[in-house]
């Protein structure tokens, strides 16, 4: 059963120290079949998620633009690059582009994406829940569980399918 919207970020606060510590040590041990796994958790999870009841990450948060992503979509609008990162992109204070504001621009009334096919790479793979080495993304994926109830639900799978010690 997927958390409710509004109660998953108080949950994601609750559980991030113990997520903390858990991923701290999967980090310094984590098993030899961990891919396989997540890719199974992430599958299981993802079969009986609805994203367009949820669409949280793209009202909430924004993916980064990188220069194939911005290359794509400016295509798409038939628009040269930098009109398009004029028109709908900032840089962040790590240095990549992101969203000029959030919930995405791009984000229809029925929560559809209206540039789906040509959408973010960070979209396609958000929240990165079936990408190898899971452990090495301890800290996104400690940020995506209070953003992300398909997340929070394989994180609590992980824990219970993946103990650590
Ligand atoms: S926040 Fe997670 S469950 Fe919701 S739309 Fe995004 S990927 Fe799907
Ligand atoms: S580009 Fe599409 S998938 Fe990505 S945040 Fe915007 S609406 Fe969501």
Redesign the pocket.
């Known amino acids: 059963m997927k958390p409710a919207l509004h109660e998953l970020a108080k949950l994601a606060k609750e559980r991030q120290s113990e997520n903390k510590k858990y991923f701290d040590k999967l980090k310094k041990h984590p098993p030899r079949d961990l891919d396989y796994q997540m890719q199974e958790l992430h599958e299981r999870e993802f079969k009986k998620t609805d994203c367009l009841q949820c669409?949280n990450?793209?009202k909430t948060t924004?993916?980064l633009f990188t220069s194939a992503d911005i290359e794509r979509i400016a295509k798409h609008f038939r628009q040269k690059p930098q009109q398009f990162i004029d028109h709908y992109l900032r840089i962040d204070e790590d240095n990549d582009y992101v969203?000029k504001s959030v919930p995405?621009?791009?984000?229809d009334a029925e929560n559809y994406?209206?540039?789906?096919e040509v959408?973010?790479k960070?979209?396609r793979e958000y929240p990165h829940t079936d990408r190898t080495k899971f452990y090495q993304i301890a800290s996104l994926t400690l940020q995506n569980v209070s953003i992300c109830p398909a997340a929070f639900n394989i994180v609590e799978e992980m824990k219970k399918r993946i103990p650590m010690k």
């Open positions: 669409a990450c793209c924004g993916p969203l995405c621009t791009f984000l994406c209206t540039i789906y959408r973010p960070a979209c």
